[in-house]
Every structure is written in structure tokens, then in C-alpha cells.
């Protein structure tokens, strides 16, 4: 079930903060043919969250899902999940706006589909806190500012997707690399510098993160920075104190890791768990 609590709606896209209710595993088709879908998931998403273009790949076929996604306009994504609760800021773009900022059609190649399930750009996230903020306390001229913050996202989208060569991942690192450094990053630690996840994948550090960039659209750092944070997310959906998971997680101390918590996900530790708390009610 999809609650909408919030929404503004501007000629280039619609906002709205939602709440899904998953009483039972999730398995449903996301198909939109007017907008390009934006997801961003404000608390942790539901586990075992995984997705399959089933127009494009194999039925079999399910990626896992983070916590920010894109479906393109005329994609059917059919999604799977654990049962539990969320709550996102979706965003509909006119599919417009991103191909007139281009100089040809965007051929969604397996490489992007798959990208696009886990968006791990800082510039696409920070504006999406920005419409999520908006639409939560609308102020003065909040039509004009939300128009403008599409605009913005419509040009970070255009890059991001123009980063993403098409065809096979040229300089890419191999998929069993890839996987060792998605099982690393998943575990409850400090992060790994780059000269372990290399050390790890039997690499030089400029070969890792050149052969990242390329398999993955974004910067090795930018992505141990976004896993870390969605393990702090579930951490902070269970009894342990901040100060414990701020340790745990390889913070320097509680200060830290609100610091860094707020600056990834626009709230303070406190905040999201209370979010939380008033989720699951």
C-alpha cells in the first residue's frame, strides 16, 4: 500500500513524499510512460530489495535494488522484496527535458539498466533531499525553486548517464571483483581504504578506481561513502545506542558520524531513528 503525504506538482516533475506498507513480500511492476521514476529511500529500504527489467533481461535475472533508483520512462521494472515498511521521495521527470540537454537519444543499454538501480551520485541525492525538503515545508516561491531543482537534476541525470558508456564496460572491472568489494562494504567495520578493497581485488589503486568508475558510472570513494551510510541506516533501526554504532562503523566519535550521517541523508542520526520509530506505527 502507497500513502502520498506531501506533493508539488510543477510542469517539469512531480514530488511526493510517500509511505509504502509491505504486509507481505513485495512483487510488483513499476511501468511509468510519461516520466522518468526517481526513488529515493528515506529509511532503509525492505530487505532482499532486487529488481528485473523484464522487458530487457532474462526472467531470472534480479539486480539488487539501492536506496536511490531511476526507472526510464517505458521500462517495465518488475521489483521484489521482504515485507516492511518505507518512506521515499519519488520524483516523475518529463522524459523530455533529459533528451533535449542531449545531443542524441539515450540508448538504455544493459550497462545503464543496471546503473540505474543504484544510483550513487552525491549531486542527484543532495537535490532529491532538496525536493524531499521542499515538499515537506513548502516556502516562498516553492513552485519557482522546485522548477529549478528539476532543471538541475534533468543536467546531473544528463551526465551521469552520458558517464556510462555504452556497450561492454571498456577498462570495467570483472563482475567477481566487483562482488568482493559489495561483500567487504556490506560487513559492519570501518570502511576499507582503497589500498584494501585493491589489495582485495589484486589491483593497483589506479586500476581499481578507473576500472570502478568505468563499471559503475561513479567514484570508488563516493560508493564506500554511500554503503557505509545504508549500513549505519539498518544499524540504527535496531536497539544500539548511536555511540555504539558510530565505533562499530569506524567513526572517530558520535560527532563524526552525525556529521557525516547528515551530510549523506539531510538528517542526524537521532532524526532518522525517530523517523523510524514513527514509520512503524
Request: charged share 25%; net charge positive.
Amino acid at each position: 500500500m502507497m500513502t502520498i503525504e506531501a506533493e508539488i506538482r510543477v510542469p517539469a516533475a512531480t514530488v511526493q513524499l510517500v509511505r509504502f506498507h509491505l504486509a507481505e513480500p513485495g512483487n510488483h511492476v513499476l511501468r511509468d510512460e510519461k516520466a522518468h521514476w526517481l526513488d529515493l529511500c528515506l529509511t532503509p529500504r525492505p530487505r532482499n530489495a532486487r529488481a528485473c527489467y523484464r522487458d530487457r533481461w532474462s526472467p531470472h535475472r534480479f539486480e539488487p535494488i539501492g536506496d536511490l533508483f531511476m526507472v526510464p520512462s517505458g521500462e517495465a521494472m518488475h521489483a521484489r522484496s521482504d515485507c516492511g515498511r518505507q518512506a521515499s521521495v519519488v520524483c516523475q521527470l518529463r522524459p523530455d527535458l533529459i533528451q533535449g540537454s542531449l545531443d542524441s537519444a539515450v540508448e538504455w543499454t544493459d550497462r545503464r539498466l543496471e546503473a540505474s538501480l543504484d544510483i550513487a551520485n552525491p549531486g542527484i541525492r543532495n537535490l532529491l533531499f532538496r525536493l524531499a525538503g521542499e515538499a515537506r515545508h513548502p516556502g516562498f516561491a516553492s513552485g519557482m525553486l522546485v522548477e529549478l531543482i528539476a532543471t538541475q537534476m534533468v543536467i546531473e541525470l544528463s551526465r551521469y548517464w552520458t558517464s556510462i558508456a555504452e556497450g561492454p564496460a571498456v577498462g570495467g572491472l570483472a563482475s567477481w571483483r566487483l562482488r568482493l568489494i559489495d561483500e567487504r562494504l556490506r560487513e559492519i567495520r570501518q570502511a576499507p581504504a582503497l589500498t584494501e578493497l585493491a589489495t582485495l581485488c589484486n589491483l593497483s589503486v589506479r586500476q581499481l578506481t578507473r576500472g570502478f568508475r568505468a563499471s559503475r558510472g561513479c567514484s570508488i570513494g563516493d560508493y564506500v561513502e554511500q554503503c557505509r551510510i545504508e549500513n549505519a541506516k539498518r544499524l540504527l533501526d535496531t536497539g544500539e545506542t548511536i555511540k555504539t554504532i558510530s565505533y562499530s562503523m569506524g567513526f572517530a566519535s558520535p560527532s563524526s558520524f552525525s556529521y557525516a550521517f547528515r551530510r549523506a541523508t539531510g538528517a542526524t542520526p537521532r532524526q532518522f531513528r525517530q523517523r523510524l520509530v514513527r514509520e512503524s506505527r
